[in-house]
RNA sequence: GCGGGUGUGGCGGAAUGGUAGACGCGACAGACUCAAACUCUGUUUCCGCGAGGAGUGUCGGUUCGAGUCCGACCACCCGCACCA
């Protein structure tokens, strides 16, 4: 063996792998199965240092379960449909299919170096035909099985990037992408009925027992269950057809609090009286607007407008409230209308302040009197409140006593319905927009609506498009769009409405078990493969990704896509934190700030190589193009090789959390490796007939090792593990054990090294005379008899400080050991003759001295 | 505002209620070298020459014993946010 060069060996290997078809998945009934699958990336162009850390875990977890027997599925693949695509055909001309391909193909060049376990016969990516007009055959049962549908509907209207926005990609009022202010449009609109699953998604979140509580938690908040009641107020003065006025509360035992009715500026009321009453369609107007401007959000001032219509108090049909409509109302959640109870809700609180309503307290704390109020009052439904209004209950109840009778009396005087609501809505679909999934379907002058035949799919995007004019080029391409109708045959329009890129995305886990199948799947593979037992990727995907995933999957079940116990397609989640790095800046003539590239900066001086210019060091932050703080992984891998970079993503902080890069971590990494090649070297070349000394302290000391980085691995705890083997190579470069255990020891420092560094150990195995290959060898286990020490040193703790320690046998028993204790030298001191108050023994652990 | 998380040396971070600081980085010293780099060996929480003392964001509590459990507070980070 020779000096440790990376670039050479690790081809080699990889090379090796390929011949050996080790990667490639088998359905093999005989063993159990593992699938590991990290987030699929959008090809855009570049893998970056976050890609190298998703893909190491995933790695790490799939190599290991390989060595456990398992038959493992590990796939690739690419999210490759969406706006950024279409984006670089506007800036720069060409054609979004030819840049998402040619981004595929350069990344997957920049991801085979890495040596990934990757089975790439089942690689696709989401854009490839086969792949979307799979998706368009599901899309199609599910319409048929009536969970997708059409409706009107207010849409969040990026007016940049000329498409639709669901409103989880609106940030602060901005498109997340354009950054531009979003407006109010009204379109027909396809939607999944992702709320009729609301209540399901949330109880099974339950279940998901290896999610990060965090996810489960951003996900039930994000469902948003509520209890409440709806019931109705008797209107007068109101126009026809609104006798009633239904609303929502979760604080029915409020209700003789309510000092007015309030109504959404998008209510059906609020819409009748606009036609009528300018004064009202002015207001109404200003609401809208309101809604989106970057200065309503911030100040969010409530404003109201008396309609002058009068509703009855459902309790004392006497008593008449007004009716409001107001800004701060939503239409789409409960029914568009409120009661307002100033006393206990401060927004209502604020409003009736504002517009001279009356305040009046439902209860008061326990023990307090009733006193004016300077904001609303809304203690904790669980906390005990008097009720000096109340109408159901005792007097002094909880919160959640108060609103339970509430429901209760309302129900049984049958005024009022106790009703479970959810604030998730359903899942907006559609995108006017090109590089997308064509929902297939047909608009007929006569049949209306009218699905796409299956054996015409899939609908293919049509290639001679441009780009030159803003919007969906789609609705511009007439032979594309004139099509006819598959139910009349009289000449029809085409869906121009491509899908939102999450549909893509919730399912290609289920697609990576047959991925070349003319089904959606196929169900021995899905029955074998399903469900993904190791899901890895970023935390940003929480909510959204998560959600949509786990309804598809319920809607694959639904139409026979899936079996039912893919229902939760993830059994294990793992979030991973990101690759930071500092930011190096300097400033220019006009005070702007000037971004810097790591490898331009001298650290050393902290200065700029080229002009010696002084660089600000702002501290670390996600490596992002636009602040330059980014390390290519390509540069590392020329540099040091790709177990390096392995090596050092998984090795220095906790893998849920964010790694600051640094080039001297990295390039310790790379000393490392380089030790253990040589101790392979040194190790090789010994005399075959040294004495065994200290064999037996190796040889536990290895027993210790498989222990402690088999239970790292399988916690997930990449970067312990990584200190055991430090720890162990360091026993083992100073252990004078003779020649076959020290090559022993080597061999399993090899398979140890294995999952993180797969090359270096593949060559460290060889060297040493491993059979065959290392990714084939089965896991080393730990000989429990190898764990246990003899004797044991137990610190001697007096008033619980660690003063002395003392060794004895393992076993020893509790009261030989308060002897040898109490004729320690230190002991002997403090008690200066007198006797311990208290003599504490934890056998194997420790021992407290108490005087 | 609501919900959640985090806080330990110069830095990243270890510690089933039982020796705080594993392991790594950096720093320092020594060996090798004409010299430097590389490499190797050692030291490295703080105060103190030392004996010793202090120490895990702050204050209190439980315990023989608290980084860990409980209560209050402070700081930072993340998610949601007019959801009735």
């Known amino acids: 063996m020779s000096r440790y060069e990376p670039s050479q060996s690790e081809q080699k290997w990889q090379a090796a792998w390929e011949a050996a078809g080790v990667f490639t998945a088998r359905r093999d009934p005989a063993r159990p199965k593992y699938y590991v699958l990290e987030m699929f990336p959008y090809p855009s162009g570049r893998i970056h240092m976050g890609h190298v850390r998703n893909y190491t875990m995933g790695d790490v977890v799939a190599r290991y379960k390989m060595s456990c027997g398992f038959s493992v599925l590990h796939p690739m693949g ?32 920049q991801m085979k170096p890495l040596g990934l376990s990757i089975d790439w016969s089942r690689e696709f990516a989401t854009c490839d035909p086969e792949y979307y007009g799979q998706q368009q055959a599901m899309f199609l049962d599910m319409l048929e099985a009536g969970l997708v549908y059409r409706k009107n509907a207010v849409v969040n209207w990026d007016p940049v990037d000329m498409t639709v926005l669901a409103n989880e990609q609106v940030e602060d009022g901005r498109g997340w992408r354009s950054g531009a202010l979003v407006e109010r449009k009204e379109l027909t609109q396809w939607f999944f009925k992702i709320s009729d699953y609301a209540g399901e998604l949330l109880a099974a979140l339950d279940g998901l027992k290896d999610w990060p509580e965090k996810v489960r938690l951003m996900q039930a908040n994000w469902i948003g269950q509520s209890r409440g009641l709806q019931f109705s107020f ?73 309609t002058g219509i009068r509703v009855k108090h459902p309790l004392d049909p006497a008593w008449e409230l007004p009716v409001w409509i107001a800004n701060f109302i939503l239409m789409d959640y409960g029914t568009g209308a409120i009661f307002g109870c100033p006393a ?41 409140l008097r009720y000096i209004r109340g109408f159901a209950g005792t007097e002094v109840q909880t919160g959640d006593e108060g609103v339970a009778s509430a429901i ?19 899942w907006g679909l559609s995108r006017q927009r090109y590089w997308g999934c064509p929902i297939p379907v047909v608009h007929c002058a006569t049949c209306g609506v009218v699905p796409e035949k299956k054996e015409n799919l899939p609908i293919r995007l049509p290639d001679d498009v441009t780009f030159d004019k803003p919007g969906n080029p789609l609705d511009r391409h007439p032979t594309w769009r004139d099509c006819t109708c598959p139910a009349c045959g009289a000449p029809a329009r085409r869906e121009t409405d491509t899908m939102d890129t999450f549909v893509d995305s919730s399912w290609y886990y289920a697609r990576f078990t047959a991925p070349h199948a003319t089904t959606p799947t196929v169900a021995e593979d899905a029955e074998y493969w399903m469900n993904v037992d190791q899901y890895i990727g970023g935390i940003e995907h929480a909510i959204l990704h998560l959600l949509y995933s786990r309804f598809f999957a319920r809607a ?12 939760e397609p993830f059994d294990a989640l793992f979030t991973q934190g990101m690759v930071t790095h500092e930011i190096y800046k300097t400033t220019d003539g006009n005070g702007r700030p000037v971004w810097h590239l790591p ?55 906790p893998p ?84 076959p255990v020290r090559q022993q020891a080597m061999r399993t420092l090899a398979q140890l090294m294995a999952p993180m560094v797969p090359h270096l150990a593949e060559d460290v195995w060889a060297h040493q005379g ?71 023994v934890v056998p194997g652990r420790i021992v407290n001295v108490v005087i």
């Open 408 to 426: 209760t009396v309302a129900e049984t005087q049958g005024w009022g319905t106790g009703v479970t609501k959810y604030r998730l809505r359903d």
């Open 556 to 567: 694959m079940a639904k139409t026979g896509h899936l079996p039912a116990k893919a229902i």
């Open 656 to 739: 849920e959390r964010d790694v600051e890069w640094t080039a001297s971590g990295a390039e310790a990494a790379c000393k490392h490796l380089t030790r253990v090649w040589n101790l392979c070297d040194r190790i090789a070349s010994l005399p075959d007939d040294l004495p065994p000394r200290e064999d037996e302290a190796l040889l536990r000391a290895m027993h210790r090792a498989i222990a402690d980085v088999t239970f790292s691995i399988e916690n997930f705890a990449f970067n312990k593990a990584i200190a055991k083997l430090y720890e162990f190579t360091n026993t083992l470069a100073k252990s004078d054990a003779s020649k």
């Open 234 to 306: 008797d209107t007068v003065d109101a126009p026809e057809g609104f006798g009633k006025i239904e609303v929502y509360t979760t604080r029915p035992d409020t209700l003789m609090g309510a000092s007015f009715v309030g109504i959404s500026p998008d209510h059906p009321l609020a819409k009748v009286l606009e036609a009528a009453n300018p004064e009202m369609a002015e207001f109404i107007a200003q609401c809208r607007k309101g809604g989106t401007t970057e200065e309503a959000i911030e100040t969010a001032e409530k404003i109201g407008l008396d």
């Open 344 to 384: 206990h809700d401060q927004r209502d609180f604020e409003f009736a302040t504002k517009y001279a309503l009356p305040i009046n307290p439902v209860f008061v704390a326990e023990g307090a009197e009733e006193a004016r109020l300077s904001e609303a009052f809304v203690p904790m439904k669980s906390e005990t």
């Open 599 to 653: 490898e331009e900066v001298d650290l050393e001086t902290g200065t700029l190589k080229a002009t010696g210019e002084k660089v600000e060091i702002i501290p670390s932050a996600k490596m992002s193009k636009s602040k330059k703080n980014v390390v290519d992984p390509m540069n590392i891998i020329a540099q040091f090789g790709a177990d390096t970079a392995r090596w050092f993503v998984m090795s220095d902080s």
């Open 78 to 109: 690419w999210d490759a449909f969406g706006m950024p695509a279409e984006n670089a055909a506007m800036e720069r001309g060409g054609h979004p299919k030819d840049w998402t391909y040619s981004n595929i193909a350069d990344m997957r060049a």
């Open 770 to 840: 491993g059979e065959g290959l290392v990714v084939r060898a089965p896991w080393p286990k730990a000989d429990p008899a190898m764990l246990v020490e003899d004797t044991v040193t137990l610190p001697i703790q007096i008033n619980g400080k660690r003063r002395s320690e003392v060794t004895v046998p393992k076993d020893m028993p509790a009261s030989e050991v308060e002897k040898l204790v109490l004729a320690d030298e230190t002991v002997i001191k403090v008690l200066a003759g007198g006797q311990p108050k208290k003599l504490i």
